[in-house]
């Protein structure tokens, strides 16, 4: 059964980048046909898409968040992760990881999720 | 951007109601949509796929209608472990766009 899990830092400082890795277990994240995401809530309101990665290094990014993401993939590690510049207060969230499907572009399963805040 | 917009936001329902969940698009997504459920502190479970379609384990009382730019996902009979978040998702361009979700409440 596939697993996701975050990592990194819960608490940032108001202009510093946020990095976050995704390790990903019971599967292998080479495999066609998916894409691997990173998806954050704030607190009370619904889930915000912010981009994604390929196996094979080719990504995508929410527009709305203007040039602020990185993304990049490890296969030897099985991992992903996320990078986003800038941070504010508007970026507290909990930040998740997912696999989502190329052809109906679910997301399925998503790590637990990790609270980070913006704070100084 | 898409905009999925769900209303109500809360939706207070009995055990063994029939429950109705809409969500409207801001343009037409054709059957482009999926559905979630989250409980509290937990990460979002995939439900239906493509409109319709249940992933795998998902009980047969969920279901999805609809095309265009009006879907509605509904529980024919609720159960207790039903209780939590709904969220639609367009799954039709990117950037895939979220809900503000329905929470289906005890009434």
């Known amino acids: 059964q596939l697993h996701l899990q975050e990592s990194g830092p819960g608490l940032v400082k108001p202009s510093e980048t946020l990095s976050l890795t995704c390790t990903v277990s019971g599967g292998s994240i080479s495999v066609g046909g998916y894409y691997w995401a990173w998806i954050r809530q704030p607190p009370g309101k619904g889930p915000e898409w912010i981009g994604g990665?390929?196996?094979?290094?080719?990504?995508y990014d929410n527009p709305s968040l203007k040039s602020r993401v990185t993304l990049s993939v490890d296969t030897s590690k099985n991992q992903f992760s996320l990078k986003l510049s800038s941070m504010t207060a508007a970026d507290t969230a909990v930040y998740y990881c997912a696999r989502r499907n190329r052809i109906y572009n679910w997301f399925d399963p998503w790590g637990q999720g990790i609270l980070v805040n913006v704070s100084s | 951007d898409i905009q999925m917009t769900q209303s109500p936001s809360s939706l207070p329902a009995s055990l063994g109601d029939r429950v109705t969940i809409p969500c409207r698009a801001s343009q037409n997504i054709y059957h482009y949509i999926n559905w979630y459920q989250q409980k509290p502190g937990k990460a979002p479970k995939l439900l239906i796929y493509?409109?319709?379609t249940l992933e795998s384990g998902v009980p047969s009382r969920f279901s999805g209608s609809g095309s265009g730019t009006d879907f509605t996902l509904t529980i024919t009979s609720l159960q207790p472990e039903d209780f939590g978040t709904y969220y639609c998702q367009q799954s039709y361009i990117m950037p895939w766009t979220f809900g503000q979700g329905t929470k289906v409440e005890i009434k």
């Open positions: 493509a409109t319709s």
């Open positions: 990665v390929s196996f094979a290094g080719s990504t």
